[in-house]
């Protein structure tokens, strides 16, 4: 007996490093054929080169440990000397630098998971200071000596927030002493680092395969941000996003008082189907199909929706605590449905004052991929039918919200543009051999002919970044807020395939991964382009993406902005007298009290968004959070007592299915609250009727 276990491990031994062996050169195969794809289609592609090499190389870390706690510096001085050969990997398929990274990666994973294990049993003196500085968030410890310190004060850190959070968040902890809340402080964030680490060994063919993916990932990466490569359930995710049918399970999540918990059912759904979910069960823990179960008891919803999303396997099956104290475990499959109108989709109402105004929310430019883009089951059709809806109610101008609005179908914008004008073209693409196309509005007339407000900010991007410079060359529209995102580039999925085709669309369903890819720049119809500048507003208004600094042109490899000549066919309308509304904008922003506190609100945001060295004492980060709870809690109250100058009164058919729907007119409830204290459309209605 004791000579068969030897070859059965020996045996098993073999079989996992053939996997791996396997795993490694198939994926050497495809980041080859990412390169060749971009080489074929992409619309500026670039040499494989030493400095691609050094590219890439960079990406890849990143992607592997982008906070900088796995790898110590010691083990980036032995990867470095792969910064100018990874070109000649790439090109001639080979597997060297992707073997020695995943035995690498694997070993610091295992050693971070024994770190937080002996942490986790420790008793952390939260009255010790010590300090966590800027550099060492910022850079690789030297060794793994120091590599322990730092993930220590991380960890350390992360207890005291969340000990000053529960103090903040339920007003009968205040009385409990921090020593006493350490040990449940701990366990909750012990836990999340380690379910991070859990979630990255449970992708398909484990941290090996973690690993693969982001080399091709990274290789994708370094031709622009927006070329990506995809999984077919990656794929299908990312359309889903742009589509106005998404895979669901079917329920909301909240924090509940012990754990996340479901708040909403959606009727229809596999978890309303199933029978066996109810509104207030506690997830307890989350299974994709045979990987380990994960405890979620202690976990955030964020952190829960985000082990939900994305592709992990087929079945999910959720243990939950009920109601009755007793435990259930139930497995789900997502299916594909409508989005929800109340949170994905157009709406609109109706600003109610001395004035009415009309008001459309677009978040997105969904379409329906298994129907015709543009036709009747987009975005486009969708604001037509706002609008008919809101002329009906007599208004006096339109405000089109786009804020936060991040793109998504090109032809749904081209449509959505030629609601607002007559027929013409509404913007142009340039490919990588230097064509120009013209994107069109064929259809003669508009739907609303009034006047229009678009309100954009630092989140509006692409698609929605086009429809605003098109309607702003045509005078057509008044743009209010911020600067937009500014990507001015188009993308196709394809599969990853060299040799495909329109002959061979079969390929769409049928192959083993996918590309985005890069393959137009996008022009405004006067030439110039939003690339990395993004669409600049006639009237300034800040908001809260002031506080975010990712934009197009802090990405890496993001293309550089270029422009081409004017549309010949390009016949703008009148200009818009813009001068005394940006004059009257500038008085009453200046004077009005909501504008004024909440710039005070913005400048307090921003201020303690600053990084700076962290002294990792409770009592001092007590001190820290009262004095910003102070300053930003004044603030709050003082937009809360304002009141706007309308009502917000929605419409007739919104009316009648709020009546037969309580969760609707709960969340409009909601939502009226805030919509009333939005600056961007208070500035919007006091522009819009004197516009006319």
Not at 138 to 143: G, K, L, V
Request: glycine content about 6%; overall charge negative; charged content about 25%.
């Amino acid at each position: 007996m004791k000579y068969v276990i030897p070859g059965f491990l020996v045996f098993l031994q073999f079989s996992f490093l053939t996997s791996r062996a396997q795993l490694t050169k198939s994926m050497a195969e495809t980041a080859y054929t990412i390169t060749r794809m971009a080489e074929i289609y992409h619309v500026q592609p670039r040499a494989v080169d030493k400095t691609f090499s050094a590219d890439l190389y960079h990406q890849m870390i990143g992607a592997l440990d982008q906070d900088k706690i796995y790898f110590s510096a010691e083990d980036i001085r032995q990867l470095d000397n792969w910064q100018s050969a990874l070109n000649d990997q790439l090109l001639n398929k080979k597997d060297d630098f992707l073997k020695l990274i995943i035995n690498i990666y694997i070993r610091k994973i295992n050693q971070t998971d024994s770190i937080l294990d002996q942490l986790s049993k420790s008793k952390f003196d939260l009255n010790l200071t010590e300090t966590y500085s800027i550099a060492e968030d910022s850079s690789f410890s030297p060794n793994d000596a120091q590599r322990k310190i730092k993930i220590y004060k991380l960890i350390k850190r992360n207890i005291i927030e969340t000990i000053v959070d529960s103090y903040d968040e339920d007003s009968t902890k205040k009385n409990i002493s921090a020593d006493l809340l350490e040990p449940s402080a701990r366990k909750k964030v012990c836990h999340a680092f380690k379910r991070d680490i859990q979630r990255t060994r449970q992708t398909k063919d484990g941290l090996p395969g973690f690993v693969c993916n982001a080399w091709c990932e990274s290789v994708a990466s370094c031709y622009d941000p927006h070329t990506e490569f995809f999984s077919p359930g990656k794929k299908d995710e990312f359309q889903g996003e742009l589509g106005d049918k998404q895979l669901q399970f079917g329920f909301t999540l909240g924090e509940g008082k012990d754990a996340t918990e479901i708040t909403r059912l959606k009727p229809g759904s596999p978890a309303y189907k199933s029978g066996l979910i109810h509104e207030g069960d506690q997830i307890l823990a989350l299974q994709w199909d045979d990987n380990e179960e994960v405890d979620v008891s202690d976990a955030t919803t964020d952190e829960v929706n985000v082990f939900i999303s994305g592709e992990h396997g087929k079945n999910l099956t959720l243990t939950l605590k009920k109601s009755d104290g007793t435990t259930r475990k139930v497995t789900l499959q997502r299916e594909k449905a409508a989005l929800d109108d109340d949170n994905s989709k157009v709406r609109s109402f109706i600003l109610k004052g001395d004035h009415r105004v009309g008001f459309i929310s677009l978040p997105a430019f969904y379409t329906d991929w298994n129907g015709e883009e543009g036709g009747n089951n987009g975005c486009a059709d969708d604001v037509a039918k706002e609008i008919i809806k809101l002329k009906k109610e007599n208004i006096e101008g339109l405000i089109l919200d786009l804020r936060y609005n991040g793109g998504g179908s090109m032809l749904e914008a081209i449509a959505l543009a030629g609601i607002f004008i007559d027929a013409g073209p509404v913007g142009m693409t340039r490919d990588k051999e230097g064509k120009i196309y013209t994107m069109k509005d064929v259809n003669r007339g508009s739907v609303y002919d009034g006047p229009l407000i678009l309100l954009i900010n630092g989140f509006t991007a692409s698609a929605s970044e086009m429809l605003a410079g098109t309607l702003q060359d045509y005078h057509r529209a008044l743009i209010v807020g911020s600067p937009s995102f500014g990507k001015a580039t188009a993308q196709v999925v394809l599969p990853l395939d060299t040799l495909f085709d329109e002959k061979h669309m079969d390929r769409m369903k049928t192959a083993d991964n996918f590309i985005k890819i890069t393959v137009d720049r996008l022009f405004r119809v006067n030439g110039t382009s939003a690339q990395q500048i993004g669409v600049i507003p006639d009237i300034f208004l800040p908001d809260y993406t002031e506080t975010q600094t990712e934009r197009e042109k802090s990405l890496p490899f993001s293309l550089a902005n270029t422009t081409i000549g004017s549309n010949k066919y390009y016949h703008p309308y009148p200009p818009i007298s813009i001068e005394p509304l940006k004059s009257f904008s500038k008085a009453f922003t200046d004077t009005s009290r909501l504008f004024i506190s909440f710039n005070s609100y913005l400048d307090l945001l921003l201020r303690v968004q600053v990084a700076r060295d962290k002294v990792l004492s409770i009592n001092k980060m007590m001190d820290e959070r009262k004095e910003v709870n102070k300053n930003l809690v004044d603030e709050e109250r003082s937009i809360n007592k304002l009141k706007a100058p309308y009502e917000i009164e929605w419409n007739q058919f919104e009316k009648v299915r709020m009546q037969a729907d309580e969760d609707l007119r709960k969340s409009n409830a909601a939502l009226t609250l805030v919509l009333t204290r939005d600056t961007g459309i208070l500035l919007g209605y006091e522009i819009a009727y004197r516009m006319n």
